[in-house]
């Protein structure tokens, strides 16, 4: 039977990669793309489109029975910044629209869910080096506790109700297709622009900050992989912890110096850099290599080419 697709939160910074990954690999016409707004012109042009409103079940069965959904992959959230900004609508959104989909899987109407966690769900507690898939998680921001608290969900309703939801802990995203959305790790983004544009950067955290990151293609790859593979080989039903590589600001300053010799970079650590320091420097990531053979392609002199490259005028 051919697979129908739902990507709910399709406009976002992971959502609209995803969505044109998904259309190559299983046909534009099997893909739903959907959001609260539309998104850029290959995402609108080049498959189907709905105007969603994730925490609406209503809204969301009828969208699911019209298409015959199969898999649901709920890519909309508000991220760890503008979260500490609106804590309430955060909350909701991240919750309600999870809660939704778990139910329409649970009376049958979906088959799989894949639902994106973060590093955001560990806390100044966790062990920062080599963080372990099973360790202690007090968040201490709101998008932090949404993730955890859905994690539990997600693993309740597997084991509960026989729920097939997969998820991943991403790390910071690095992408030059879409602009990131309000997270802690924005700057490995901005900086490449900035470089680019105006060959210096002032970053908003310090400059020896040292965060768990990836490129977005192995991000995208990772997802596609971990929901190819067969139930049975699922082991961790909360969320997989997933690494590629990590760095500071001023490491990434100088891979972008061996390419622009006269880029300058200064710090200005504002708000974020508190969220920053609550999460860990680097990712224990063996229960998704041994699970479902994970690897990454990108480490941060290949992310670096890769960005200057595609974003060069």
Known sequence: MEKSILIIGACGQIGTELTLALRETYGNDSVIAS???EGNENLMESGPFEILDATDYDALEEVVAYYEISEVYLMAAMLSATAEKFPMRAWNLN??????????A?????DKIFWPSSIA???????????????IMEPSTVY????????????????????????IRYPGLIS????????TTDYAVEIYHKALAEKSYTCFLKADTELPM????????????LMDTDAENVKVRSSYNLSAMNFTPSQMAESIQKHITDFKISYEPDFR???????PSSINDQEARRDWGWKADFDLEKTTKEMLENLAP
């Open 214 to 225: 990836m490129f977005m293609d192995d991000a995208i790859k990772a997802t596609l992989q």
């Open 273 to 279: 850099q508190a969220i920053a320091d609550s999460w």
């Open 95 to 104: 919750m309600n629209s999870l809660f939704n989909v778990l139910n329409l």
């Open 176 to 183: 030059w297709k879409t602009m990131p959305g309000g997270g």
């Open 144 to 167: 932090g506790i949404s993730k955890q608290s859905g994690e539990r969900w997600c693993d309740y309703y597997f084991h509960k109700f026989g729920v097939d939801v997969r998820s």
């Open 121 to 135: 769900v560990f806390g100044p507690n966790t062990p920062k080096e080599n963080t372990p898939q099973s360790t």
């Open 35 to 37: 959001d609260i707004r």
């Open 106 to 110: 649970k009376e049958k109407k979906i």
